[in-house]
């Protein structure tokens, strides 16, 4: 079974522009995670998506967006970027939502803002 | 809010077994769960404790006591290859810790 794949896995953008990324669950989960990774903050939550739904949001402003496809499929979006979402972004995928799903995690995009 | 707390740093020999704490303070808690991070890579899923007591898994054993809001990751025999970052998280908040890089000298 293919693992979760993220794309781009590379990605550099200038302040003030946007940016999309992608991902794609293992086939049958329906949850979908997004995390943030900087060396200072460790992995932060941004948002996670259930059937579509967004069941729960962390602690980011509104420039930071997602959505969920009806495939499972899920992207995440970045308005009006700044130097410092420069970042990892993580998407992890389960079979459920709630505790005792376990979370797997793609290879990440590499998000630079010069 | 939901916060976690773990050491930053663990150094460790081969062979040795070491213990990484985790100490926890949600609003929601629903179970702990651990995950290996090698550089450059994407956390992987070790343990989850969804109620008190020891979970065994290979040479990897994770503990969970709720009334002390406390957890912990044990390592026996260690190995190079167990030089990662590991952590720690909340799944019902789905809130991770800051992570503890461990290195293991030979």
């Known amino acids: 079974k293919a693992g979760v794949t993220q794309t781009p896995r590379y990605l550099i953008k200038t302040r003030g522009q946007q940016v999309t990324l992608s991902c794609s669950p293992i086939s049958g989960h329906r949850s979908v995670s997004w995390y943030q990774q900087t060396p200072g903050q460790g992995l932060q939550f941004l948002f996670e998506y259930f059937s579509e739904t967004q069941r729960n949001k962390g602690n980011f402003p509104g420039r930071f967006s997602g959505r969920q496809f009806s495939n499972s499929r899920s992207e995440m979006n970045v308005s009006t970027l700044e130097l410092g979402d420069s970042a990892l972004y993580l998407c992890?995928?389960?079979?459920?939502?709630?505790?005792?799903?376990?979370?797997?995690f793609g290879p990440g995009t590499r998000l630079t803002v010069t | 809010g939901q916060s976690l707390e773990q050491p930053s740093e663990v150094t460790a020999v081969e062979g040795a077994i070491v213990q990484i704490n985790c100490t926890y303070q949600?609003?929601?808690?629903?179970?702990l769960s651990w995950y290996q991070q090698h550089d450059g890579g994407a956390p992987t899923f070790l343990s989850y404790n969804g109620l008190d007591g020891l979970e065994e898994t290979g040479r990897f054993s994770s503990f969970l006591s709720r009334s002390d809001s406390y957890g912990y990751l044990l390592l026996q025999e260690l190995q190079m290859k167990d030089s990662a970052s590991y952590f720690c998280?909340?799944?019902?908040?789905?809130?991770f810790g800051s992570g503890t890089q461990l290195t293991v000298l030979p």
């Open positions: 998280a909340v799944e019902g908040q789905l809130t």
């Open positions: 949600t609003s929601g808690f629903y179970g």
């Open positions: 992890a995928s389960s079979l459920g939502t709630g505790t005792s799903y376990e979370q797997y």
